[in-house]
């Protein structure tokens, strides 16, 4: 559930995303009457498995609902909140089609697992937060290029980085671009190719340079702006 919505006198509207059918809305009638059958479960973060009956419109109808997961421990920190609030935005942002993209889902479901977890300290971190966008941005297919200039193909000197360009550009082709250090190049090449628990670690202006560098990608090739990852 990335977002659930208070509708009418009881009802909820829900935004979803599925592993086999992507995006979607669905409205659960009464769910906000005290003894209402659903619980408290159609709540964002809640991964369920849910009986849907089709509708006339555009919402698909609750019937059922069965909890997987419920986080509970991700509930009971501010910081982890936060950062599960924002992922399910920026899944809401970026993949907003109802065709299946499995890996997305299983992203989304392992950030919310990290930051469920009590033996996982760092996995509300802003690292962990854009590593998380950045895989999101690969799932999604607007990963930024790393390897080469992304305007010549130059793989040397690589200093600087283009959204509209799409990656990492060299010197030569640094017009319209911002300065990318070492450090923060580093940090998108190794938290694209490791797991999110793994996330690489950076100073704070490096981590301000690659949450620019995935927002200014998103902003010129999906169209989508993001939220500040922190
Ligand atoms: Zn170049």
Same mark, same amino acid.
């Given at each position: ?7 009418? !006198? #009881? /009802?909820?509207?829900? $935004? ?11 409205? #659960?009638?009464?769910?906000?009457? &005290? ?13 369920? *498995?849910?009986?849907?009956? !089709? @509708?006339? @419109? /555009? ?9 997987? *997961? ?7 920190? =501010? ?8 992922a399910c935005d920026a899944m809401l942002r970026l993949l907003d089609s109802a065709e299946a993209n499995?890996? #997305? ?10 930051? *469920? *977890? ?20 690969? +799932?999604?297919?607007?990963? &930024? ?11 040397? $000197? ?7 360009a799409g990656g990492v550009v060299c010197g030569s082709c640094e017009a319209g671009s911002f300065g990318?250090?070492? !450090? ?8 694209? @190719? ?18 620019? #560098? +995935? =927002?200014?990608?998103?902003? $010129? $090739?999906?169209? +989508? ?6």
């Amino acid at each position: 559930m990335l977002r659930s919505i208070r509708y009418g !006198e #009881a /009802d909820r509207i829900l $935004h979803l995303y599925s592993k086999t059918q992507g995006r979607f809305g669905a409205i #659960a009638k009464g769910a906000r009457k &005290p003894k209402s059958r659903f619980g408290g479960r159609l709540e964002p973060f809640f991964r369920l *498995d849910l009986v849907l009956h !089709e @509708g006339r @419109g /555009d919402l698909m109808t609750v019937t059922g609902v069965t909890t997987l *997961d419920g986080y509970p421990r991700l509930r009971s920190s =501010g910081p982890a909140l936060s950062a599960g609030a924002r992922a399910c935005d920026a899944m809401l942002r970026l993949l907003d089609s109802a065709e299946a993209n499995q890996p #997305a889902y299983n992203l989304l479901c392992r950030y919310l697992g990290l930051l *469920d *977890d009590p033996g996982q300290p760092r996995a509300a971190s802003l690292e962990v937060a854009l590593s998380f966008r950045l895989k999101l941005a690969l +799932v999604a297919g607007f990963a &930024p290029e790393l390897a080469s200039c992304a305007a010549c193909g130059e793989a040397e $000197h690589l200093t600087g980085f283009s959204g509209a360009a799409g990656g990492v550009v060299c010197g030569s082709c640094e017009a319209g671009s911002f300065g990318l250090s070492e !450090e923060a190049h580093r940090f998108m090449v190794e938290a694209m @190719g490791k797991p999110l628990a793994e996330a690489p670690e950076a100073e704070p202006l490096a981590l301000r340079q690659v949450e620019r #560098a +995935v =927002g200014e990608t998103l902003e $010129h $090739h999906a169209h +989508v702006q993001l939220r500040a990852a922190a």
